[in-house]
C-alpha cells in the first residue's frame, strides 16, 4: 500500500536562509508525486507534481524538488526563503493514473523568523 | 481557479443532528472527493465519486454518506453528527488531463458540540 513520512511536523529558518522539507514514499509501482501548499484559512494548491520524466521538477513560487526512486524521497526545497512562504505543506502520493486516490501526507508547517 | 465552491463555510451543530456539506463545481469534472483535515493527520479521504450516482468509501468513511445526483454536486451527510466528526472538510475535484492533481474547494469548519 502506498504511503507518505513527512519528517517533521514544524520548521523553522530564517528570512533568505535554504528551506528543506523532507518526504518519503512508499509505493509498489513507479509513483505519482505532488506538494501542496496551504495558506492559513484557504484550501490547499498544488506547488509541483512528478509523474514522469525529469526528476527535478520546479513549482511556483521557487520552490523545487526531486524523486529520488533509490532513496524513497521528493524532499521539497527552496534556496532562498520569504516571510510569505510562512505556510503548511503537504507531500501526497498517487499510483493510480485515473485519479482515484492521492494519499497525503501529514503535513509540515513553516515558520519564517525576521 | 477550478470552479469549487462549498456551502456552508461554518457550521456549528449540536451531536445527533444531520449535517450535510453541498460541494459544487461549474466545470463538469469526472471525479470528486471529500476530505477531512485534522491537525497531525493531513487530509483523509473519506469518500469520492467517479460519476453521477457512482461513489466509493475512502480511509475514514465510518458515519459519512455522499451522493451525486447531478455531475455539478457532490453531498457529503454526517446521518447523526458526533464530537469526533468536528473537523474542516475540504471538497477537490480532479482535472485530466493534467494527471492526478487535485483542486481544493476553500473547506466548511464543522464543530459538533
Known amino acids: 500500500a502506498q504511503s507518505v513520512t513527512q519528517l517533521g511536523s514544524h520548521v523553522s529558518v530564517s528570512e533568505g536562509a535554504l528551506v528543506l522539507l523532507r518526504c518519503n514514499y512508499s509505493s509498489s509501482v513507479p509513483p505519482y508525486l505532488f506538494w501542496y501548499v496551504q495558506y492559513p484559512n484557504q484550501g490547499l494548491q498544488l506547488l509541483l507534481k512528478y509523474t514522469t520524466g525529469a526528476t527535478l521538477v520546479k513549482g511556483i513560487n521557487g520552490f523545487e524538488a526531486e524523486f529520488k526512486k533509490s532513496e524513497t524521497s521528493f524532499h521539497l526545497t527552496k534556496p532562498s526563503a520569504h516571510m510569505s512562504d510562512a505556510a503548511e505543506y503537504f507531500c501526497a502520493v498517487s499510483e493510480d493514473s485515473s485519479a482515484s486516490k492521492i494519499i497525503f501526507g501529514s503535513g509540515t508547517r513553516l515558520s519564517i523568523r525576521p | 481557479d477550478a470552479g469549487i465552491t462549498q456551502s456552508p463555510r461554518h457550521k456549528v451543530t449540536e451531536t445527533g443532528t444531520p449535517v450535510t456539506l453541498r460541494c459544487h463545481q461549474t466545470?463538469?469534472?469526472?471525479?470528486m472527493y471529500w476530505y477531512r483535515q485534522d491537525p497531525g493527520h493531513g487530509l483523509r479521504l473519506i469518500h469520492y465519486s467517479y460519476g453521477v450516482k457512482d461513489t466509493d468509501k475512502g480511509e475514514v468513511s465510518d458515519g459519512y454518506s455522499v451522493s451525486r445526483s447531478k455531475t455539478e454536486d457532490f453531498l457529503l451527510t454526517l446521518e447523526s453528527a458526533t464530537s469526533s466528526q468536528t473537523s474542516v472538510y475540504f471538497c477537490?475535484?480532479?482535472?485530466?488531463?493534467?494527471?492526478?492533481?487535485?483542486?481544493f474547494g476553500p473547506g466548511t469548519r464543522l464543530t459538533v458540540l
Open positions: 466545470e463538469n469534472h469526472r471525479y
Open positions: 477537490a475535484i480532479s482535472v485530466p488531463p493534467v494527471g492526478n492533481e487535485q483542486f
